[in-house]
């Protein structure tokens, strides 16, 4: 049915075979699916992710703090195959009752934490590093950090899921969130325009949650839409996108548990800092894997 003439019925029914990619793993239902146990590495942090954006905000961080010398922030990051349904296991749903990834467990404390940003604040209050102490400049930070947490649903849940994943392109939802995409690097756009980062003259939990999402996005690296949001008329988001990208750590913590692009850039499991240039898949898979 097209969407001109669609009309909800009055009680909505689940169609497994109805939502694209990733209808194979969408249900409107939570728990575990399957029995299994999670992997436990040697490391006091135990990461469960996949190298999407939120993702790659958490192994950007831990890179971040032990690029600080903070020996403690040691992580085995392990793959969790979302378009398998590996979140789905009883490991990962004790873990995260929401079945999202990424997901972190603290050997030294027993804590798991889930949702991308409570990981990020939670190793920063934990180590030290990237919130400032200073109560305004830790309010900045945070303000920042929380627009990206309610923000990026609409970036990739909104326009990546209707511009590039849906089965059939539609222009009003395309529309609708393509203009709240551009309002929202607008929004940054002007924050920037007088701040090295995004609170202020620090780098910050709030710049590693937000580069992931629309870093990439204005540096051409998400959905193919480069050309169709003009994202290079963010200049101050694309100056910002740049100089954090040229982070050694940020270059790290981009590419673990990546299972697309180019294979120099896919390191699907981290559990030691040789992995880097020992265990990409260009070292471990033929040139022709996918």
């Known amino acids: 049915m097209s969407a001109s003439n669609y009309q909800p019925p009055r009680v909505w029914t689940w169609d497994a075979d109805n939502g694209g990619e990733w209808a194979s793993i969408n249900r409107p239902i939570a728990g575990p699916t399957h ?12 990461i469960y992710s996949l190298g999407t954006p939120n993702g790659q905000k958490v192994t950007i961080m ?10 403690g922030a040691e992580y085995d990051a392990h793959l969790i195959r979302i378009g398998e349904g590996e979140q789905f296991s009883s490991g990962f749903v004790e873990l995260n009752p929401n079945s999202k990834i990424p997901v972190l467990l603290d050997t030294d404390t027993g804590s798991r934490v889930f949702e991308s940003g409570a990981i990020l604040l939670y190793l920063a209050e934990k180590f030290g590093h990237f919130l400032p102490k200073d109560t305004a400049a830790r309010t900045e930070a945070l303000n920042w950090l929380f627009w990206l947490q309610g923000s990026a649903p609409y970036l990739g ?18 529309n609708r969130f393509t203009m709240e995409v551009k309002r929202q690097l607008d929004v940054l756009d002007r924050q920037l325009a007088g701040h090295r980062y995004l609170g202020g ?21 998400a959905y193919d839409a480069g050309e169709f949001l003009q994202v290079e008329s963010y200049k101050n ?3 910002w996108a740049k100089e954090i990208l040229a982070r050694p ?12 692009g180019e294979l120099s850039e896919q390191l ?7 992995d880097f240039e020992l265990k990409t898949q260009d070292k471990l898979a033929p040139e022709t894997a996918d």
């Open 268 to 274: 699907h499991e981290r559990h030691d800092a040789s």
């Open 249 to 260: 750590a940020v270059q790290r913590g981009r590419i673990v548990n990546r299972t697309r």
């Open 62 to 71: 831990t890179e971040e703090l032990l690029a600080a010398g903070e020996s």
């Open 201 to 221: 003259d620090a780098y910050t939990i709030a710049d590693i949650a937000t580069w992931p999402w629309y870093g990439n996005l204005v540096l051409g690296e």
């Open 237 to 239: 988001v694309r100056r």
């Open 35 to 46: 029995e299994a146990t999670l992997p436990r590495g040697k490391h006091p942090l135990q």
């Open 157 to 174: 849940g909104g326009f990546g899921h209707f511009y590039a994943y849906a089965p059939e392109k539609f222009e009003y939802p395309i």
